[in-house]
Structure formats: C-alpha cells, structure tokens
C-alpha cells in the first residue's frame, strides 16, 4: 500500500509541475506544501528511512540553513559590534542567488539538479544499506 500511496504522491507531483511550468499560474501555499511534506514524512517513518529524508530534502535543508545562519550570524556580530553583518545577500538561497543576477529559471533548474542529485546519492546509500 506504501508503494501505490508514493506512486500517486509522485504522480501528483509530476502532473502539477507538468501543468503549471513556468510562469506559475497556481501556488501550492503551505497547505499543499506540507501536507505533501507530511506524507512523505510519514512514508519515511513508515520505511524505517528516515536518515534517507535529510539526503533527499538537502535543497530543502540548505534552505532552511540559510536562513538560520543568516538570522545567527546577523544577530551576533549586531551585538558584537553594534553593526549586524550578513552572510549571504539574502536568504533564503535562492533569493540570494538572485541577487547575484541569476534568473528565476536557472536558479530553480539548478535546485532541480542538485536535488535529482541527493537523491540518486540517498538511492544509492539504501542500496548500499
């Protein structure tokens, strides 16, 4: 039954990417968004492979991380020096990215691989495993 469930999950994924390639014309918000973290969430648990999740979701995790060390960082050289100091241009990632003058659709191909490419690596290491 997991197998069906992440078939249809895929599936979805494909089909609402498939249809609203760039420009976007629907957004999935955080409902979709984690609702579809949640089941995945659950497969993994459900798997026993939840190390898996951090090697697929490392786009997703640098993201998050960006945003950390930037608050972080900001915060304590603010108190240091009185003068808070920025790591990145803008966080999260992408945004950074764009600022260095990268277009919307070669940051979001570029995400795409690297992520393709966690996740032949976490494929790889559930073999291995």
């Not at 190390?51 to 997703?60: M, R």
Request: net charge positive; with cysteine; proline share 2%.
């Amino acid at each position: 039954e997991l197998g069906i469930l992440a078939l249809a999950i895929t599936g979805s994924c494909l089909g609402f990417l498939w249809y609203n390639s760039h420009p976007a014309k629907i957004f999935m918000g955080d409902t979709g968004a984690l609702g579809l973290g949640g089941v995945i969430g659950a497969i993994a648990i459900l798997l026993k492979a939840e190390f898996f999740l951090a090697i697929v979701g490392g786009v997703f995790i640098a993201e998050v991380l960006s945003v950390v060390f930037q608050v972080g960082f900001f915060r304590y050289t603010r108190a240091k020096s009185g003068t808070g100091k920025k790591i990145f241009r803008m966080a999260p990632l992408h945004h950074h990215f764009e600022e260095l003058g990268w277009t919307e659709s070669k940051v979001v191909v570029r995400f795409w691989v690297l992520g393709i490419m966690c996740a032949m690596v976490a494929l790889s290491a559930l073999k291995i495993r």
